[in-house]
């Protein structure tokens, strides 16, 4: 059996120590660790993570929702972790490894499991509908500008004034690659290429 951690946080100004450490102290073989969102389907280093295991593997992950933010998404996640035969070890959830039986052991974590996802999927929800509320009331006050853009040319970060720069370098050549290609290379989602595309007609 080989431990595999994954680590996720959703903005390059976060840190993964934290996840890392806590990982290391369960004594993982190995860990796949990104800056993704939870809501970006395109996370490298998970799908990497879900090739990676096999058979009586276990998978080590600080909280539920580093997997994924949505219901559904984690559960593909989890069924996909259970199809290639491997565990699921949440650390913020109990544990019922003490537990003989075995089919008695997966269906209380099975049950706690799907317990959080509903939890997790409320939060997400209550976040979203908060968020809509405000954008609302301060669209009704004349107030609301909207969000701006990460990756532009005048962007304060250096990261993402690079990202931009080389997004229009490679769409701008005399023969571009696919956008879903370049996206990938440069570590963004398609929608934020297509933003940038769009910009530059």
Known sequence: MTKVGYARVSTREQNLDRQIDALNREHVSRIFAEKRSGK???????????????????????????????AADLTHIINTITQ????????????????????????????????YKYIAQEEREAINERQAEGIAAARARG?????????????????????????????????????????????????????ISSSLT
């Not at 395109?42 to 295991?53: F, N, V």
């Not at 035969?85 to 499991?113: E, H």
């Open 143 to 195: 107030a609301y500008v909207g969000k701006k853009p990460q990756y532009v040319p005048d962007s304060p970060d250096r990261h993402n004034r690079y990202i931009y720069e080389q997004a229009v370098k490679m769409l701008t050549e005399p023969k571009p690659r696919p956008k879903t290609q370049i996206a990938r290379t440069l570590g963004i989602s398609r929608t934020t290429l297509y933003k």
């Open 84 to 115: 290639k035969g491997a565990t699921l070890d949440i650390l913020n959830l109990p544990s019922f490894k003490d537990v003989q039986d075995k089919n008695l052991r997966v269906m209380l974590t099975n049950l706690t499991m799907e317990i």
């Open 40 to 70: 970006n389907t395109e996370r490298p280093e998970l799908h990497k993570m879900l090739d990676y295991i096999h058979d009586d593997d276990e998978v080590v992950v600080v909280a539920l929702d580093r997997l994924g933010r949505s």
